[in-house]
């Protein structure tokens, strides 16, 4: 295996032009620092993000997505933690939501617990298992343009679940740190939503 091409490409940059016209996409972010680039690229009732839940923001994505059929919903993972839920890739090619996009923020390190090198650094293909596993659609995208296309894919219809690899800079910017009310997070998105607080 080969070490990957190294990107010049600033995550939040990146995740804010993905973000800039979200319409009334629904966004689910994992762990750590896919949440900080969410809060950071500007906080929204749509968002849901996790403090928790390791390896599983594509599958609530899923569920997400599944329940509201209508809506866009956009899964904003890093490497380390898609790699830990490589089999939620796998039900997600099954279920065939068409409503649902998962964008992995590869850094190509484990930020979270010291910036050890990951797995896509050394060769693993997130958007060769996608689509192994029934995806429509996945790419790698390494520059702000290629970014700025991706997010007028992805408002765009699919016949099934895509996903996307921005690959960016390993560096840890400052967090930027949502709410850690996880009852608070819960019922604001459902009153966006339109549901009552539970």
């Known amino acids: 295996m080969s070490m990957s091409n190294p990107s010049q490409l600033d995550r939040r940059a990146a995740v804010a032009a993905l973000l800039k016209d979200r319409r009334n996409t629904l966004v689910v972010s994992g762990l750590g620092s896919p949440t900080y680039d969410l809060h950071a690229a500007g906080d929204h009732d749509g968002n849901f993000y996790l ?47 068409r409503n649902l996009d998962i964008v992995v923020i590869d850094n190509q390190h484990f930020g979270e617990t010291g910036m050890q090198a990951s797995h896509t650094g050394r060769g693993v293909d997130l958007t060769a298992i996608a689509m192994a596993c029934g995806f429509v659609a996945a790419a790698i995208v390494r520059t702000l343009e290629e970014v700025q296309g991706l997010a007028k894919q992805i408002a765009e219809p699919a016949d ?39």
């Open 51 to 97: 403090w928790g839940a390791m390896g599983g923001a594509a599958l609530i994505g899923l569920g997400l997505a599944q329940a509201q059929p209508s809506r866009r919903v956009l899964a904003l993972t890093g490497d380390g933690e898609q790699l830990m839920g490589l089999g939620g890739i796998a039900t997600i090619g099954v279920a065939r939501p």
């Open 160 to 198: 099934g679940p895509r996903l996307f690899v921005v690959k960016v800079l390993a560096e840890n910017p400052p967090r930027s740190l949502p709410s850690r009310d996880a009852v608070f997070i819960k019922n604001r998105f459902r009153a966006h939503l339109g549901f009552a607080a539970a």
